[in-house]
């Protein structure tokens, strides 16, 4: 069974920094690439940052670029995403996914962990 388990949420000033940690279970890590997305409430779910199976490819949302850095460490089963900079409209419930790679479909999730920034 897949398992995809966020950490590393919480309340933090604006300004300030976070890292968030995905660790994934159940699968051959290095076979997957992994995406974090966020969903703030009343919207909809939406991309942050993408890294491929081995790390040679990573892309992010405009919003996050230069503020954010999506990374991995496969002999540790576990996807990163590290944020600076963060601003009050980072507010949101971080999800990461993974997916088989070079395939389109995020196939599973995590429950998420909620970030707030406080202004």
């Known amino acids: 069974q897949v398992q995809l388990v966020e950490s590393g949420g919480g309340l933090v000033q604006a300004g300030g920094s976070l890292r968030l940690s995905c660790a994934a279970s159940?699968?051959?890590?290095?076979?997957?690439?992994m995406g974090w997305f966020r969903q703030a409430p009343g919207k909809e779910r939406d991309f942050v940052a993408f890294?491929?199976?081995?790390?040679?490819?990573?892309n992010y949302a405009d919003s996050v670029k230069g503020r954010f850095t999506i990374s991995r460490d496969n002999a540790k089963n576990t996807a990163y995403l590290q944020m600076n900079s963060l601003k009050p409209e980072d507010t949101a419930v971080y999800y990461c996914?993974?997916?088989?790679?070079?395939?389109?479909?995020?196939?599973?999730w995590g429950q998420g962990t909620q970030v707030t920034v406080s202004s």
């Open positions: 890294i491929s199976w081995s790390g040679a490819n990573t």
């Open positions: 996914a993974a997916r088989p790679a070079g395939s389109s479909f995020y196939r599973n």
């Open positions: 159940g699968l051959t890590f290095s076979n997957y690439d």
